[in-house]
């Protein structure tokens, strides 16, 4: 049977491709056995998808953060060029 | 008859005001690094300035300037990756720590307070939490991960325009997650405190 060290690495690798079949009937079975896997796997796919959904939000984790003034003035001023010249 | 039904509306000259600082934190949220995350804004608010005839009004605003900047972080990921494509990742210790000589988890994953991240999202705090549990991921191993996120193509297409071989983009994927997972375990999920030796080790 597979280890947990080797289950962990194909319950990642099943987050980006399709398993071979002897894969994922390697960790088929050895989930078949093993509690701490079987949690491991759906923990990390809940942290996938948590992960899949910050990036596909618009939701933010630097509510803080903003562009610095001094970029707001420069780019504002590219910009209004640019209108300028087109007009 | 009401034009902005029909002629899509553009106003450039209110982008940085209406939508900078919420593109700003789009690109830092996923590239890390303020000083690329400014430059990328100002990229993709000249590259939309030059495509704007293009906008049809399909989505807002803001979702179309959105989509513009996506594509610039993605193409400074894959750069960012390429860089090191060719370099086997080192040993990682932190995986290695995980697990026993022979294989077996050292500590048995627990059972989590709460197992639906997905809903934690709705909470600022969580958002904040697992935004610095990315953050604390070694480098190469935050920006392959999150390529990975960002980049609309398959696992496999990523490897060939950033010439990974499949096993290292396997291998970095795999030690990202393991050390995302444990972050949020110890500063989110877990249900008792961590015990202080773990937590200075």
Known sequence: MITCRRAAELISGEQDANLPLHQRAGLGFHALLCAACRRYRRQLGAVEEAVEQLFAGTRTGNPDAALPVSSKEHLKAVINCQLDAES | ?201
């Open chain 2, 1 to 201: 008859m009401d034009l902005s039904l029909t002629t899509p509306i553009l106003d450039p000259a209110t982008w940085v005001d209406a939508h900078g600082d919420y593109l700003y934190r789009f690109a830092l949220d996923r590239v890390r690094d303020p000083e690329s995350a400014e430059e990328l804004v100002q990229q993709a608010l000249l590259a939309a300035l030059t495509a704007r005839h293009a906008f049809r009004g399909r989505s807002s605003e803001r979702t179309w300037l959105t989509a513009i900047l996506k594509r610039k972080v993605a193409d400074w990921l894959r750069d960012a990756v390429r860089q090191r494509a060719r370099q086997e990742p080192p040993p990682d210790k932190s995986t290695d720590a995980l697990f026993t000589r022979s294989g077996k988890w050292k500590k048995k994953p627990d059972e989590w307070s709460a197992d639906d991240p997905g809903r934690e999202l709705n909470r600022a705090e969580f958002r904040i939490v697992l935004t610095d549990c990315l953050g604390k991921l070694p480098t190469r191993l935050r920006q392959t991960f999150v390529l990975k996120h960002v980049d609309e193509e398959s696992a496999n297409e990523i490897c060939r325009t950033v010439g990974v071989t499949a096993t290292n983009m396997a291998v970095m994927l795999h030690r990202a997650r393991l050390r995302l997972w444990r972050c949020l375990t110890v500063n989110w999920f877990g249900e008792e405190p961590v015990a202080p030796s773990e937590g200075r080790s």
